[in-house]
């Protein structure tokens, strides 16, 4: 508005300024102070041009709630009256996204001359166009401005950014330096924010010298726009640096900082930067609150989270901001407590397709597909239309469970919804679906169907071809992805390696593994080669796998267990026992998988004792307590040893005993020391759980060709 009036003949601005504070129009007077310069002009005003002004504002304010104003514009005679009446309504317009007034406000301006001699109203209306998401027609009005200033093209870069065509902002943020306009600082704020939303960190860095350039890194806004740009980008060091050389912080920095931390998992960084900004006394607000849900939600802090639900509801956020409900309904759901997010599902007052969502991607994360699914109905049973992310996220769910007609019938109903099955979203998730169900060819079928693809499209097929073992189509995406000038990622690597090592494809692996090297996916990502370490010792490359693990920077529990896997499935039990040894000594404590390996190892060797106290040890010091597979092996152990009454005494005390594989067991245990009746008995229970099992029919066999055998032979002897 100032700027506005600062386009307007000297005298009307004179009056304004000389006026204000008699009729006082706050929203006027806010946006009055300190924002423009007046001219020395003499002192006289006429009495109906005071009422006309007076009457003027009064209409202008009236406009932020009634159409009326529309009607009015057409009868103002001074064409500066005109120009600031637009330019207020046009930015209503843009504030309400109310496109269709908008572009009926530019038809009433057409029929002035405003356009060829105001720059204001040509820029409002830019701006109108631009914030409505109109962004052609924004260009196409900016492309026929015969007078174009920075204003102008501060409105075309801020509405390419705002609606998230930040190439399309820095293209202009070029072609205004190129035609001679110098950029200001709500230039450098829009051009920034564009690079923050690309995470294009380069021409950012850019842009930061030409602010540095231009002495505007004392203004808060732009120095505010820096921090979120290095933030978004991923740089926190560099974030922080800005941070710290801000002259003026207020919330919006500590904002920027905070949510920059908690977006890239530095969950420690982001509370700690919340209590400096306690200890300096900046009250949070909703957007504080939120950043940190969203930090507690991807590290699983649930003690802090709850700390801040405390706080929100003290300050009653949730009461009037969605957002903030939202925020801990995904806290609580991500941290695995669906109880709590769903009380607070329960109690949203407006909910909607985004809380439903929220949920079911919840369930899929901790890979519970059925409830998820549960879940895809009841929103629908509730009157929800299921949106892209819903439908993706149903389809994973299909996935996780290998519910193939669930998932084929969920593509037809996005089919049938009319959403497109080649959106990019959507499309990847059948890829996913389809590969994870082993449907290969609808797999394949449903990648061609995409029109542009991206590494995670391209991961999912070449995952569902390793996943099952199709090594030779894995390989041949993983060529034709990178002559698409998609470079792979670490999570291509670890699906083909993983599919290298079930089939036994050495020679493939270790290609692939140059390829690793060349472009340096295995550093600092211990999944990756963890799945290295796996594929060569499932290809009994066991020193390969050993040099490869010693190169991991973290070794974790899953690596060892690779590791120990190895060593285990060729045999090699001492040098297992003695690599387990070495494990516990670097102070890292078995899992359940390499409780079993290591309980499988002496099960082999024979060595009973030992067994049997690294049994009642791992459940008592580890805290782990027996799976079936454990107390399978325990059983095994002792009946290869000849303790049929130990046997017997375990499957007795053994909860969940109702497991055909600890029953083959037993079997198997009592055919090895020739017991008929106990035999009939493992047999009997066994049948009971799977009646066409072949494994305990031949065990039971075995068991009475035994008995058989020796009955023969005491006749012929008694003969």
Known sequence: MVMICAEGPNLLVRHLH????????????????????????????????????????????????????????????????????????????????????????????????????????????VSMYAKCGALWKAQEVFNELSDINVVSWNALIGGYAQCGCSESALRCYKQMQFEGFSPDAVTFVCTLNACGSMKDSEK????????????????VFVGNALLDMYAKCGLLTKAQRVFDELPVRDTISWNALIFGYAQH???????????????????????????????????????????????????????HNTLAAYALLDMYAKCGLFCDALAIFAKLADCDVVAWNILVSAYVQHEYGEWALKLFDQMQLDGFSPDTVTFACALKACGIRGMANKGQCIHAQIIKSGLPENDLFVGTALVDMYGKCGLLSKCQKAFDDIIIRDAVTWNSLIDGYAQHAHI??????????QNESILPSPITFTSIVKAC?????????????????????????????????????????????????????????????????GYAQ?????????????MLSQGKLPNPIICSIVLNTYRHIGLLDEGQLFFEMFSMYYGIYPTIEHFACIVDLFGRAGHIEMVLALVQEIP????????????????KWESTKLGRWAFEHALELDNENPKTYVSFRNIHAVQQEQFRGNNVMNF
């Open 501 to 565: 090592g079930t089939v036994g494809a050495a020679c493939k692996g270790q290609s692939i593994h140059s390829d690793i090297v060349k472009y340096g996916a295995a550093e600092n990502n211990t999944i990756l080669a963890t799945a290295l370490v796996d594929m060569y010792a499932s290809c009994g490359m066991l020193s390969d796998a050993h040099y490869v693990f010693g190169k991991i920077s973290s070794q974790d529990v899953v690596s060892w267990s690779a590791l120990l896997a």
């Open 265 to 319: 998992g530095y969950s420690k960084e982001a509370l700690f930067s919340f209590s400096q900004m306690q200890t300096e006394q900046f009250s949070p607000n909703d957007v504080t609150f939120i950043s940190l849900l969203k930090a507690c939600a991807s590290t699983g802090d649930l003690d802090v989270g709850r700390w801040i639900h405390a706080q929100i509801v003290k300050m009653g956020i949730t009461e």
């Open 656 to 671: 969940l005993a109702a497991n055909l594989m600890l029953w083959q067991t037993v079997l198997s245990a009592f055919q």
């Open 472 to 481: 030779t189509e894995a390989l041949i995406c993983y060529e034709e992805m």
């Open 570 to 582: 060729f045999g090699q039990d001492k040098l297992l026992l003695n690599l387990y040894c070495e």
């Open 204 to 219: 950012g860095e850019e842009i930061h010298a030409q602010v540095i350039k231009d002495s505007l890194l004392g203004n």
């Open 18 to 125: 000389s006026q204000h504070e008699q009729f006082n129009p706050s929203w006027f007077q806010e946006e009055l102070k300190g924002d423009i310069h007046f001219p020395e002009i003499e002192e006289h005003t006429s009495f109906r041009l005071e009422k006309e002004v007076q009457k003027d504002l009064k209409i202008f304010r009236e406009e932020r709630t009634s159409i009326k104003f529309m009607n009015t514009i057409s009868d103002f005679k001074d064409d500066t009256c005109a120009a600031i009446s637009f330019a207020e309504s046009l930015k209503v317009c843009a504030k309400n996204n109310d496109l269709q007034r908008g572009t009926e406000l530019h038809a009433k301006i057409l029929k002035t001359a405003l356009l060829e001699t105001n720059v204001i109203v040509g820029s409002a209306l």
